[in-house]
């Protein structure tokens, strides 16, 4: 996801097996591999909340030690192998029910990551595939995406602003949806400064309805101006190449 806002300043798999005896602790410090990495998270006590805010406490300063901002967020993200931008980032955040892009608090960490039974860096990087994985279900991913225009707009703002709303599109739809180029041109001539959560639903349902070469696209239906906008600056900028390869 795009990175988080500070205060002051814009910054922008399997399961634990809960059933498992308890083992004790073996330290592989001294192996620093890939697969011994992965005995060690093997070898680990199930979910421990402890361990859990031990973990959360790592990213957070003694001003504000229930919430991880953004400098605590390039750490985490660097801890677990991704980058800030990465919308593996954004699933999380919506797993945790986070409020704020580029925050955590303490209760949204706890109640994310006790849902993924993750109480370090290394069990996290094994559940990333799965996070990933929730996108490929249609239901989920209209979820991540409508929680996302509250999630990135400005809390004290109705209205997402355009700079934002393009780049969580791009990081949405920008490889599923192929008018989306198209559509990120129309955005930067038009005179639209913001979007609004009506017009941010509806982008997801036209990408999803409405074939490339817009034949189905009914101009009576219950589309948004934004939209009949998109359509009409389309379909003019198709018929201009179009004469423009004919007179040639």
Known sequence: MPRGKRRAADTISENMDHGQPKRARTSYTSIPTQQSSRRHIRAEDGFSQKRCLTWFQEYTSPDEPETLGPDGMEKFCEDIGVEPENIVMLVL??????????????????KGLTELDCDSAAKMVVKLDYLRSILNDPNSFKSIYRYAYDFAKDSDQR????????????????????????????????????????QWCNILEFSRTISIDLSNYDIDGAWPVMLDEFVEWLRLQRSQVTSTSGSS
């Not at 797993?95 to 580029?102: F, L, P, R, V």
């Open 93 to 110: 955040a919506y797993k945790m029910g986070a409020t704020q892009m580029g925050f955590f608090s303490q209760q949204e960490w706890l």
């Open 159 to 198: 209205c997402m602003d355009i700079l934002t709303a393009k780049a969580m599109l791009q990081l949405l739809l920008g490889k599923h949806w192929p008018l989306y180029p198209q559509f990120a041109q129309f955005l930067e001539q038009s005179k639209y400064k913001a979007i609004n959560k009506d």
